[in-house]
């Protein structure tokens, strides 16, 4: 940050970040300065208290004394100098955690996700010849969804899953996790009370304080995706890379969505409680790799979607939709009928070393020199919200909606959630 202070306010003006460089570079100079001048104070100790020991040991009492009390006067300048760098080594600290990963070169500068850039699609939005039902009335006409008794029981955005609506919650789960695990992924049960630390190391604290649920006299919190532990789990550890280490971790998540009120208020689309089966690499530091990674990741969950038969676009997005941790980041959002728009259901990250560097997670290279790793991650599958998408485009005509083959295996074989003709209305 000294050498390219221009790239670090450029890139906190294109995240709408509040980064207080000025500030950090004051303090790294005074750090740096009470480091070398403490350094230097240890070694001019460290010499007289030799000669102490060397002048009392020749007889010379005082000439010792006199070393003795310049042994003093160093120890009690060398403790003032080391409670200022104490200070000035925390401050520096805060204000590092402060400080945002560098975007890529093809990062679309923008501010928010209406400057997003769509890559490309996949499928085609489905024409339907007839009124359509949105997820909402489709859960209440199958039975399958009780938004009232959910809110009864948990307060606003929450919801009940049951029958084959749970079924579906769980098999959309069920496939994203055997496609991972069909294509080298370890699969994890992770903790999701986690260490406020795991979320400073991760990234997600101190500025995503206000989206996370924190257990009270606890001094834990509840995550909202398992990025967060399965990167902690390996924190300050020298791991093997050699081969990616691919990690899926399938979890309940929980989110407060400050800042939401008012949007998306109707049905599953934005809720404080869901469950994601949520990719995670650990790979070496370099960018090839790391952007293959993503490459990678990204199809991934690309072919989960295909094989829900669901229509959807690949964003690259932009600065101003980025938060603090990402380098390069991409989107896929899903048709969704009742919105007649896409929306949001996958987001790829690749955040170089900035996670590893908090974190402490290093490997050896090729020259057996310690070097940090690149993380990624990437939604498998989130849902309730893919059932948004997943009811809506395969609903019918007669009120029945389609199962896709994929997840009929999971479902019992049923093939589609069928009403008894009184019901149609």
């Known amino acids: 940050m000294r050498d390219n202070q221009e790239i670090v306010r450029k890139t906190a003006e294109w995240k709408k970040v509040k980064f207080p460089l000025d500030a950090l570079l004051e303090v790294d100079t005074a750090r740096r300065r009470l480091r070398q001048e403490t350094e230097q104070l240890r070694a001019e100790r460290n010499t007289l208290t030799k000669q102490v020991e060397q002048l009392l040991r020749q007889g010379d009492r005082p000439a010792g004394e006199a070393a003795k009390e310049q042994v003093r006067e160093l120890n009690n300048r060398l403790g003032s100098l080391e409670a200022e760098l104490a200070v000035a080594e925390r401050h520096w600290g805060e204000l590092m955690l402060l400080a945002p990963n560098p975007v890529s070169a093809d990062t679309p500068v923008g501010r928010d996700d209406g400057d997003n850039r769509e890559l490309r699609q996949a499928g085609e939005p489905p024409e339907f010849g007839f009124a359509l039902r949105d997820h909402v009335e489709l859960g209440e006409l199958h039975d399958i969804l009780d938004l009232p008794r959910g809110v009864k029981a948990g307060g606003p955005r929450s919801y009940v899953l049951k029958g084959a609506g749970l079924y579906l919650h769980l098999a959309v789960q069920r496939l994203a996790m055997d496609v991972l695990a069909e294509r080298g992924f370890t699969l994890m049960d992770v903790p999701v009370i986690v260490r406020p630390e795991t979320l400073t190391r991760t990234g997600f604290f101190p500025g995503g304080k206000d989206q996370t649920y924190e257990l009270n006299d606890e001094d834990r919190w509840l995550a909202g995706t398992s990025e967060v532990s399965l990167v902690s789990l390996y924190s300050d550890e020298i791991v093997d890379v050699e081969s990616p280490m691919r990690l899926a971790g399938v979890s309940a998540c929980f989110r407060r969505e400050v800042g939401s009120a008012g949007r998306d208020v109707r049905g599953l689309y934005r809720v404080h409680q869901f469950a994601k089966v949520e990719q995670v690499v650990l790979c070496r530091g370099d960018a090839e790799t790391s952007d293959r990674m993503l490459q990678e990741i990204l199809g991934n969950a690309e072919h989960i979607l295909q094989l829900l038969e669901l229509p959807y676009r690949v964003m690259a997005?932009?600065?101003?939709?980025?938060?603090?941790?990402?380098?390069?980041q991409y989107d896929i959002e899903t048709w969704m009928p009742?919105?007649?728009?896409?929306?949001?259901?996958?987001?790829?990250?690749?955040?170089?070393?900035?996670?590893?560097?908090?974190?402490?997670?290093?490997?050896?290279?090729?020259?057996?020199?310690?070097?940090?790793?690149?993380?990624?991650?990437?939604?498998?599958?989130?849902?309730?919200?893919?059932?948004?998408?997943?009811?809506?485009?395969?609903?019918?005509?007669?009120?029945?909606?389609?199962?896709?083959p994929a997840l009929r295996k999971y479902m019992n074989g049923m093939e589609r959630l069928t009403l008894r003709p009184a019901e149609l209305g």
């Open 317 to 328: 997005v932009c600065t101003g939709d980025m938060a603090l941790k990402t380098h390069k």
């Open 338 to 404: 009742s919105r007649q728009a896409y929306g949001e259901t996958h987001s790829a990250s690749n955040l170089l070393d900035f996670q590893a560097r908090r974190s402490g997670i290093r490997y050896r290279d090729e020259g057996g020199r310690l070097q940090f790793c690149h993380t990624l991650n990437n939604t498998a599958a989130a849902t309730p919200r893919l059932l948004i998408p997943l009811l809506e485009n395969h609903q019918q005509e007669d009120g029945s909606i389609y199962i896709p």
